[in-house]
């Protein structure tokens, strides 16, 4: 008999492994925060004798998902802008709050972003914003996985007036977090158009120097490809491969407006794209050529971006529109089968964040997995896991939530934070809210 910590024992466990397994009547033994053992609930029953067991025998477990493009806290902005333009949005609404930010708001933001995560099984993120020490306080309170940088603007953000205080900033919580279990730091300039030539190339200087990857927006919009243009003479993806920036490890956000040429060049260069369907939805910005990325042989994750341009953070409503969105672009049904879209969700959003522990149930793999109640009417009958969890499942049905071993979540409750006071104080916010955007 071994000796493991937590032995969780489900009714089904959608593996994510090479051949895609699921397992019925299956369990998992976990120890120090990783999968020790994986297999049949009986077998492993009588080899591990466990400090605690989960009885999950009437719930579904899957690999924790990963929200590879985020910006937690803007939850805070979610709902006080809508269907406007992107330009009066961004410029009318949303950068007036943002100037107007502290640390306070943004942990507070951050907070109920990462709780939304996590009660919708999300178990990692990459998370792009200001004030981003305050996100990994929050990120540490709430115990999800985060791969965190400061957004290096141009211009003055409320938390760096220059974009060297946003990489002095990078390089302090890197030394602050080196060696951390579940927080890590990544280099994270904003986008092409909100910096310059120069910016970037100290991007990528801290980056090789601090062996840390790189994070931004791409190729968003054609007026971005446009702007690129007509400013460095080059589109988004050749600037930026011109710049070195794709020789590091990375990963782009949106990669929408890009030809088969640009999606051969990331590819060549390992770059992980992340799609983000709803946010490009709602933003009209236009749809990324993401079964040819797949075709091509490019790793697509997926991301939820801001709650301000989606306005949720759940990457069950992210796979089912990546899903959808797929067919309707290519006219073909076949398109972005359900597998192809949790693959995006789970092993895709690994690479991601550049994080082999993730990603999959299996052996040696990190224990962060989440558990679904399929007795809920939306999740009955179960014929096939892979098309439950992306047609029919909205994240809702997550009852359980699980961190390096740890559980994070759990049929209704935070274990690491105090969430009705977390209410109350979103709650209190609403009137500065109100005014820093000029609607009252
Ligand atoms: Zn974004």
Not at 3 to 17: K, M, P
Request: glycine share 6%; proline share 4%.
């Amino acid at each position: 008999m071994h000796h493991c910590q937590t032995l969780l024992q489900a009714a089904r466990i959608v593996t994510q492994d090479a051949q895609r397994r699921v397992l019925s009547n299956a369990a998992l033994a976990i120890d120090q925060g990783i999968i020790v053992d994986i297999g049949p609930s009986a077998e492993l029953s009588s080899r591990w004798q466990a400090d605690s067991c989960l009885h999950l025998e009437d719930r579904l477990v899957l690999p924790g998902l990963v929200n590879a493009h985020t910006h937690a806290a803007m939850t805070i902005l979610r709902g006080l802008a809508d269907d406007m333009p992107l330009m009066d949005w961004l410029q009318q609404r949303i950068f007036p709050v943002e100037q107007r930010l502290t640390p306070r708001l943004v942990r507070l933001g951050s907070l109920l972003g990462f709780a939304e995560m996590l009660r919708t099984g999300i178990t990692a993120c990459t998370d792009m914003y200001i004030f981003e020490n305050a996100v990994l306080e929050a990120a540490d309170q709430a115990g999800i996985r985060c791969l965190a940088g400061e957004g290096v603007f141009a211009f003055p953000s409320a938390a760096c007036a220059q974009p060297s205080a946003a990489l002095t900033v990078t390089r302090e919580l890197a030394a602050q977090y080196q060696g951390h279990e579940r927080l890590r730091v990544a280099v994270m300039p904003h986008s092409v158009y909100t910096t310059t030539p120069e910016i970037l190339a100290a991007c990528r200087d801290l980056a090789q120097e601090l062996n840390l990857p790189l994070h931004m927006h791409l190729s968003e919009t054609q007026e971005e490809t446009r702007l690129c243009q007509e400013a460095h003479g080059r589109r988004p993806v050749d600037y930026c491969h011109n710049l070195g920036l794709l020789d590091l490890p990375c990963s782009l956000a949106h990669v929408v407006d890009v030809n088969s040429a640009e999606v051969a060049t990331l590819r060549q260069h390992g770059v992980v794209v992340v799609h983000n369907p709803s946010s490009n939805m709602k933003l009209a910005s236009g749809t990324a050529p993401v079964t040819e990325m797949l075709e091509q042989g490019l790793t697509v994750a997926l991301g939820t971006d801001g709650a301000a341009s989606n306005n949720r953070l759940s990457v069950f409503t992210e796979m089912r529109r990546a899903a959808l969105l797929h067919k309707l672009r290519t006219a073909n049904p076949v398109s972005m089968p359900a597998q192809a879209a949790l693959d995006m969700a789970t092993l895709a959003g690994a690479a991601a964040l550049g994080d082999a522990r993730l990603g999959s149930l299996e052996k040696g793999k990190a224990a962060d997995c989440v558990a679904l109640d399929i007795s809920e009417p939306n999740m009955l009958p179960l014929h096939n896991e892979a098309s439950q969890l992306v047609y029919a499942a909205t994240g809702m049905e997550t009852r359980l939530t699980m961190v390096g071993g740890e559980i994070v979540y759990q049929d209704g409750r935070f274990t690491r934070f105090d969430y009705p006071a977390l209410c109350a104080e979103i709650c209190d916010l609403r009137a500065f809210l109100w005014r820093a955007a000029g609607l009252a």
